[in-house]
């Protein structure tokens, strides 16, 4: 069992920066692929970037591609969600969640896929 909590959200302003975390517990995250997701209201919870269990690949939606990182601390049990120059558009929840299939370098972009989620960080970027 992995338990996820994320921390970093905040309220900011467009151009601004926040770093999101997300600790997990158990030892086995370091196996693991870890994604950020987001949902903003009214619409569907999607993929923002993802990493794979040994960080040497990534993923990242289209839209913050040059703005935004993800890397992982194996050692501290930790992934981070680095977001530059925000915009308004950025505005929703942001999830973490882990992929528990092991060793894997699929970095998956579907929901479903992950088998455990962090209970989510507001962010909000006001113009």
């Known amino acids: 069992q992995v338990q996820l909590v994320e921390s970093g959200g905040g309220m900011v302003q467009a151009g601004g920066s926040l770093r999101l975390s997300c600790a997990a517990s158990?030892?086995?995250?370091?196996?693991?692929?870890m994604g950020w997701f987001r949902q903003a209201p009214g619409k569907e919870r999607e993929f923002v970037a993802g990493?794979?269990?040994?960080?040497?690949?990534?993923a990242y939606l289209d839209s913050v591609n040059d703005r935004f990182t993800i890397s992982k601390d194996n050692a501290e049990n930790t992934v981070y969600l680095q977001m530059n120059s925000l915009k308004p558009e950025d505005t929703a929840v942001y999830y973490c969640a882990a992929d528990a299939n092991a060793y894997s370098d699929n970095v998956e972009v579907r929901a479903g896929m992950y088998d455990y989620w962090g209970q989510g960080t507001q962010v909000t970027v006001s113009s």
């Open positions: 990493i794979s269990w040994n960080g040497r690949k990534t």
């Open positions: 158990g030892r086995t995250f370091r196996y693991y692929v």
